[in-house]
């Protein structure tokens, strides 16, 4: 692992030249008790052709920050920050402006495909009727076969014969297949995968994520994968960004962070995935539970859980960023002490 040195952003040295740059991004809730924040101070860069995979367990705050990117949020939620797409501000856009944006040029695959598909339409008239909100000029004719190629770039067999078919007839995998054919209906810049694997076996899994791949290939289109399980992310993300409690822990390059962890938690994750190429007598836990948001210990959020926190240091207020390298940065304050022993 490269020495730690100067305090730095948790970003690439060159945000002006990223397709989504985001800075400071706060999502709050309002509560009985108050506002409560659900994401605190979240800043990332997603480049051109590139895949950033945001993990960390549920009610880490990954979702919320998802939808706070393509402004689905209800009126509930206070969101302060900087959203930039191709350096334009999206944060405190018009509805109407932002929808010009959403889906166009930042598209999104839901984790519940049955919640989010209409049972009551075909999966081609519910591709067709994306494709339609940006552009309505298109016949029926073209709708369809336009549908259908979707159908086909996300290995759907027999898309012409299957587009007219309802999502029920669909298994769970296919029909996540169809939220990726919808997102990529209007070949947007970048798609938000949140949670494309949730509630699927292994097998298909794996070729949910190729599919991914197989359409990054060919589009170019740039991904931001969300997701609970830092195995799924393995060989598919360029980039990795590590989340607990709403906050970025750890962010670099993807083998930086699984061969040289510079967070605790990172490495407890880790250490919590099954291996094959070696016998444990069984899978190591995380003691404690992710805190609710209004109950947020003060300094590091997962220092009451974490085996080498010493409260005079991590108890304190939150450290900003350290640059363990280039692109790869942590908040632990204790990194340069316990380097050796994360590796």
Do not use: W
């Not at 730095?8 to 989504?20: H, I, N, V």
């Not at 029926?140 to 014969?161: H, Q």
């Not at 993300?237 to 040289?260: H, P, T």
């Amino acid at each position: 692992m490269t020495s730690l040195s100067s305090r730095a952003g948790d970003a690439p040295a060159d945000p002006a030249a990223a397709l989504l740059s985001v800075r400071d991004l706060t999502v709050e809730y309002k509560t009985d008790a108050g506002l409560v924040a659900a994401v605190e101070r979240l800043s990332f860069d997603v480049g051109e052709r590139q895949t950033l995979a945001i993990v960390g367990e549920s009610g880490s705050g990954k979702s919320a920050a998802a939808m706070a990117l393509m402004g689905l949020l209800p009126a509930s939620a206070r969101v302060t920050g900087s959203i930039r797409f191709r350096g334009r501000e999206l944060l405190g856009l018009p509805e109407r402006e932002l929808r010009a944006v959403r889906g166009r040029h930042i598209g999104i695959i839901f984790q519940d495909a049955l919640a989010a598909l209409n049972p009551m339409m075909t999966v081609g008239d519910q591709i067709a009727e994306a494709v339609t909100v940006h552009d309505p000029t298109l016949g029926r004719k073209e709708l369809a076969a336009r549908a259908a190629d979707l159908l086909g770039l996300v290995g759907i067999p027999s898309p012409e014969k299957r587009l007219h078919e309802y999502p029920h007839e669909f298994s769970g995998g296919m029909r996540q297949r169809v939220m990726i054919a919808m997102g990529m209906a209007n070949e947007p810049d970048i798609l938000i995968a949140d949670e494309p694997t949730t509630a699927l076996d292994v097998t298909v899994q794996a070729q949910i994520l190729e599919v991914l791949r197989r359409v990054q290939e060919r589009t170019g289109t740039s991904v931001l994968l969300i997701t609970h399980d830092l195995g799924v992310v393995a060989g598919v993300a360029d980039r990795v960004m590590v989340m607990y409690s709403g906050r970025n822990l750890e962010l670099g390059g993807a083998e930086s962070v699984f061969y040289e962890p510079s967070h605790p938690y990172t490495r407890a994750l880790l250490d919590a995935l099954p291996r094959i190429d070696r016998r444990v007598p069984r899978l190591t836990q995380i003691p404690g539970q992710l805190p609710p948001p209004g109950q947020r210990p003060r300094g590091c959020p997962f220092q009451p859980r974490c085996p080498h926190a010493r409260p005079a240091l991590c108890g304190t207020e939150s450290a900003s960023p350290l640059r363990v390298s280039t692109l790869h940065t942590t908040s632990c304050v204790r990194a340069h002490e316990i380097e050796g022993e994360l590796r």
